[in-house]
């Protein structure tokens, strides 16, 4: 017979220990406590063997698998001990990692865990000199974008890549920068921040809501649905104005300020090479006949395009307005009209008097003969 040591183990209990008892039980006649055996060859075994030397080999072959689950022959008990630690081990890591996982998920907020690949941001500022109206405008954009973050006034209007710094910053990947010149010009830039492509649009016939007083009304917060005309599909420039818009305008569903409706639309039709804007609120006449008619909201206002570039405010220029005129040089061409007026004017005062003193008849020689 192999010698044996005998090593006591504190183990958790197991409800097939009784099942396990009961069988031994039956075959060795025997009521005596088991403990865990470590042969000097390697292999598990049973304390107070001579309960079981009565008992044939093949019963202690049927226990031993019973007990253990492992062959009984002692040269692949090593290998199944081996095995059966490495899977052991193998399961505590898996189980760690996935305990790890879980604390991290609890951790992390669901809004977080939800938005972060879907996050659609928009940076709303302008810079220095802008007018009552300009500043209007840009207060109807942060009440109608629910996903829009207003920033401060920008001093600096030479240096456009401190913008995209700015979005960076405020983790928004869209911007909407209004440029004011000469106090009385708007430029409005919509940029897909931080690689781009940007658009920059000269703003015409601005018209804000509290000027137009509409009957029109939405939820704050609510959803707008984009409405686009069919040229957008047609030539390349729209198409990519379509895009540039679309990220621009359209708020996600995942954004945290939403509000569960679609009560408006915003429309951009394209007309005299200019895309003009509306906002209209959806309103049902009828439940049963989900018949639906367009209020006009507000604001309005007239986009030329000026410049399409590959960039995030700036870079190679991929559309380049010809019919765009600069407006200081429209009221330029205008003073030069009225100034002509003036000077045709004083040119012909000038004409009349130089006439005037020509039509002077000379003298008669003959008058003083009757005298």
């Given at each position: 017979m192999v010698k044996s040591k005998t090593i006591k183990r504190s183990r958790a209990a197991d409800p097939d220990d009784d099942d396990d008892l009961k069988f031994f039980k039956s075959k060795s006649g025997g009521s005596k406590k088991r403990e865990l055996l470590v042969l000097d060859n390697g292999s598990a075994g049973i304390d107070n063997m001579d309960d079981f030397e009565e008992s044939s080999d093949e019963d202690n072959k049927v226990g031993r698998k019973a007990l253990f689950g492992m062959k009984s022959d002692s040269d692949d008990d090593e290998e199944d001990l081996n095995d059966a630690s490495e899977a052991m081990a193998e399961d505590e890591s898996s189980d760690d990692e996935n305990r790890e996982n879980e604390k991290v998920e609890k951790l992390t907020p669901k809004s977080k865990r939800e938005t972060t690949e879907y996050k659609q941001r928009l940076l709303l500022l302008s810079s220095r000199g802008v007018s009552y109206r300009h500043r209007h405008l840009l207060q109807d954009f942060n009440a109608l974008l629910p996903h829009s973050k207003k920033d401060t006034k920008l001093d600096d209007k030479g240096n456009f890549g401190i913008l995209n710094e700015l979005s960076e910053l405020s983790n928004c990947n869209n911007c909407i920068y209004f440029e004011a010149r000469r106090h009385q010009d708007l430029y409005m830039w919509i940029s897909k921040t931080p690689n781009g492509p940007s658009v920059k649009f000269h703003v015409e016939d601005i018209h804000t809501m509290d000027e137009l007083k509409m009957i029109g009304n939405c939820l704050k917060g609510s959803r707008p649905i984009l409405s686009f005309d069919k040229t957008f599909d047609l030539e390349p420039r729209y198409q990519i104005l379509k895009e540039i818009l679309t990220h621009g305008f359209s708020t996600p569903r995942t954004s945290r300020k939403i509000k569960p409706f679609i009560d408006h639309v915003f429309t951009f039709s394209v007309a005299e090479d200019r895309i003009w804007f509306r906002n209209f609120q959806i309103v049902e006449k009828e439940e049963k006949t989900k018949e639906i008619e367009l209020v006009e909201i507000g604001p309005r206002f007239v986009l030329h395009l000026v410049r399409i570039f590959d960039g995030s405010f700036g870079g190679s220029t991929l559309y380049n307005?010809?019919?765009?005129?600069?407006?200081?040089?429209?009221?330029?061409?205008?003073?030069?009209?009225?100034?002509?007026?003036?000077?045709?004017?004083?040119?012909?005062?000038a004409a009349r008097n130089v006439k005037m003193e020509d039509a002077v008849l000379p003298e008669d020689p003959l008058k003083d003969i009757f005298k």
């Open positions: 307005s010809p019919s765009f005129v600069p407006p200081h040089q429209v009221r330029q061409m205008l003073q030069r009209d009225n100034n002509s007026a003036y000077i045709k004017r004083t040119s012909a005062q």
